[in-house]
């Protein structure tokens, strides 16, 4: 079992900068909504959570983003919003909470305990839009954090409260006359270059806006037709729907006709082929490419040659969104949108053969995913996973619904191997794949590769039993029906398992025996790879530090071959490893700063921390005894969002230990201790970027300063380490 985790040691505020969290910038003009804002205001100040409701397309979200800008300077640890609406199930909304706040925890916590752990001692603020279809389960975390976080506050955007005591609730009404005719005004502007309201049609501008009663959603609706309409036809055109919605339905709250009118007359207004694709495009969850779009939507009535053309056309009329990313050009529907589009993909009676469809396309994208892992494309299948997460979880619970196709959902969760475990995603992992092993199905292919991805997850997280049982399952059930793949994989991992828990001989049996079936079977990946890096691990904690340099040679072989990144970091760290038991640790330095610099690049936690031990060990060998303890305090601050620190082993523990001993000699217990201290008041990437720095960068930088950080040693995350990888294999 794993000995309980303490909480990270905060710094005080005095001893570190303010945080940015992740709102999004405004890519147009807000507009409006000063009263509303003002009012906001105070209620902040008297209560922790204060939800924003209203209708559908009132603007909840905007509003609350623009709340939460305007009063980012309050909150020193950062304004985060996490957006629920791509998420269906309730047991993913802590996984979408803890991503949401930028977090990484390798070990076997529930997402929610790493939740109450982050919060616990920041000052920030919390946005959570689109709750509704989860309310119960979000009611009771916000609560839970609430009560473990003093100084957490919450700022929720919804159709309804949360009722959790002390909430109080801001009723968002629809905009003024005032507001909603500029709103109107300047989205028609950027539809229709050159519009201005003149004194002739001021008044048609007021009386569209009053009859779509202020609602932004609606005003922006119609003013995307004025690409094609005037405002005439406009309301002329709505007056007709109005008609053909509201009559005879006196107990229905009209702002509710208004909106779905605004959406059905949008839709009446499309070409068919427009309609077509609005309705088939309800299939996706959260963003979407043209690829996906021209694969899943095309068919009879929509020819794969014109789904650009219609697409472009439900851009122009802002019922498809376009976001551009690093990915490139994204797209995505409005909640109400998808509803109404779904509602007519239903009608058409086509909406299995559209599921089943974008099943496919996601099992596919997951699949090329796999394979540009061991490649120069790594960090890109890492971003297109990250960014396809909505509708890789949809794919998965599309297989689940019938017998016949949960192979598929395991498929897809086996299949996600380098995404859970390189990418910082075992918790979220760990579920999926427990989840499509609880249904029965034949033990084909696709249920063994989700036994060993199991296991693997397992030793990542420090579970021995977990990793035992799913092992050893996939290992006999292999042997029977002759899946070779299977066998080695289930032997592979159980050798990892081994080199955690100190037994190197034992781990270096299983890894030849594992390493020698690949061979047989053809297998290099990087698994195999990651397979002779563990070997070397064991050869060196075995004393034959000149068998694990060649074995680790060749891997960095293979991978500069390849254009592996993730499998080289670890090769670094155990050659590294190698060079400094020798003696040499000036040849051991570079290496482990290059595994270092990777692993930083990459986000990935583990390799950070392992890096840090050694170069710490390094440091104080070279004569810094107080750089050393430093950089000891810093690995502390990270290990307990990895698991127990240096797995409890005795042979990873020996050079913090040796450090330690050290470090203390050469600077007495107080002064270590105070420089440990200092060690832990650094950011992860703070540590990396200090301990990135050359001799010379270390004697000219202000005393206690950090390259390209703070004052207080915080430092920005490089642009692309939020989407590449974030876990980490078997050695750390």
């Known amino acids: 079992m794993r000995r309980p985790h303490r909480p990270c040691p905060m710094p005080d505020d005095a001893e570190r900068g303010p945080v940015r969290g992740n709102l999004p910038a405004e890519l147009n003009t807000f507009v409006g909504r000063g009263d509303e804002l003002a009012e906001l205001e105070p209620l902040m100040r008297e209560s922790r959570l204060v939800t924003v409701a ?14 939460a800008a305007l009063m980012e300077k309050r909150y020193f640890d950062g304004v985060w919003i996490a957006e629920l609406s791509a998420v269906h199930d309730p047991e993913l909304l802590e996984h979408a909470l803890v991503d949401a706040l930028g977090l990484t925890d390798h070990t076997g916590r529930p997402p929610r305990a790493v939740l109450a752990e982050h919060c616990a001692e920041r000052r920030l603020l919390l946005v959570i839009d689109g709750f509704e279809h989860l309310t119960d389960a979000c009611a009771g975390l916000v609560r839970e954090l609430l009560r473990r976080a003093p100084h957490l506050q919450v700022l929720a955007a919804g159709r309804r409260p949360l009722r959790v005591d002390g909430e109080l609730t801001f009723p968002l009404m629809p905009m003024t006359d005032d507001d909603a005719l500029e709103l109107f005004a300047r989205r028609a502007a950027a539809v229709r270059p050159g519009f201005r309201l003149t004194d002739g049609d001021r008044e048609t501008a007021r009386e569209l806006c009053r009859r779509l009663d202020g609602i932004p959603l609606a005003l922006e609706l119609a003013a995307g037709r004025l690409r094609a309409l005037t405002m005439e036809q406009v309301l002329h055109r709505l007056d007709d729907r109005f008609r053909l919605l509201t009559g005879g339905s006196p107990s229905a709250l009209p702002r509710h006709q208004t909106l779905r009118t605004a959406i059905g007359w949008s839709h009446e207004l499309c070409a068919p082929e427009q309609r077509l694709l609005w309705a088939r495009l309800s299939v996706f969850a959260g963003q979407f490419d043209l690829e996906a779009v021209e694969y899943i939507c095309s068919g009879s009535g929509l020819p794969a040659g014109s789904v650009l053309d219609v697409l472009d056309e439900l851009l122009a009329q802002s ?41 496919d396309w996601y099992l596919g994208l997951a699949t090329w995913c796999e394979l540009d892992w061991f490649s120069p494309r790594q960090a890109e299948a890492a971003a297109r996973i990250d960014s396809e997460l909505p509708n890789l979880r949809r794919a998965m619970e599309c297989s689940m619904e019938s017998p016949e196709e949960v192979h598929l959902a395991q498929y897809l969760a086996g299949t996600l191997w380098f995404y859970w475990a390189g990418c910082g995603r075992l918790s979220e992992g760990r579920h999926w794949l427990d989840h499509v092993l609880e249904e029965e199905s034949p033990y084909d292919h696709s249920r063994l590769k989700a036994l060993w991805v199991l296991g693997y997850v397992a030793v990542l997280q420090g579970d021995r039993v977990g990793a035992v049982s799913a092992l050893q399952e996939c290992r006999e059930e292999g042997e029977r029906s002759g899946d070779a793949t299977a066998v080695a994989y289930a032997l592979h991992r159980t050798g990892c398992l081994s080199i955690v828990t100190d037994d190197p001989v034992r781990a270096e049996e299983l890894l030849r025996e594992a390493l020698a079936r690949y061979r047989e079977i053809g297998e290099l990946n990087s698994n195999v790879l990651m397979a002779q890096v563990e070997l070397g691990m064991a050869v060196a904690f075995r004393g034959d530090l000149e068998g694990a340099t060649a074995i680790c040679d060749e891997v960095r072989e293979i991978c500069e071959d390849h254009g592996e990144r993730w499998a080289l970091a670890y090769a670094l760290y155990v050659l590294g490893y190698a060079a400094l038991q020798s003696g040499t640790s000036g ?6 700063r290059e ?20 170069l710490a060990l390094i440091t104080v060998v070279e004569g810094d005894a107080a750089e050393a303890a430093v950089l000891q305090g810093a690995a502390d601050r990270i290990w307990p969002s990895v698991g127990l620190p240096l797995f409890g082993s005795a042979h990873y523990g020996r050079p913090r230990a040796e450090c330690e001993k050290r470090a203390r000699a050469a600077l007495g217990d107080a002064r270590y201790d105070a420089e440990r201290h200092a060690g832990r008041r650094l950011d992860p990437q703070a540590a990396a970027v200090r301990a990135l720095r050359t001799r010379a960068d270390a004697g000219t930088a202000p005393e206690g300063s950090v390259p390209g950080a703070g004052a207080d040693g915080e430092t920005r995350r490089p642009a692309a380490s939020r989407t590449t990888g974030r ?5 750390g």
């Open 319 to 359: 019922v498809v969104l376009r976001e551009d990313s690093a990915l490139g050009s994204r797209y995505r529907l409005l909640d109400t949108v998808r509803e109404y589009g779904a509602e007519w993909l239903r009608a058409t009676g086509d909406a299995e053969r559209l599921r089943r469809r974008h099943r």
């Open 595 to 614: 595994s270092l610099s990777i692993a930083h690049t990459f986000h990935d936690l583990l390799g950070t921390v392992l890096s840090l031990e050694l």
């Open 727 to 731: 876990g980490g294999p078997e050695l």
């Open 54 to 67: 209203g209708v559908a397309g009132v603007g909840k979200t905007r509003f609350a983003i623009r709340a």
């Open 587 to 592: 040849r051991a330095r570079p290496m482990l």
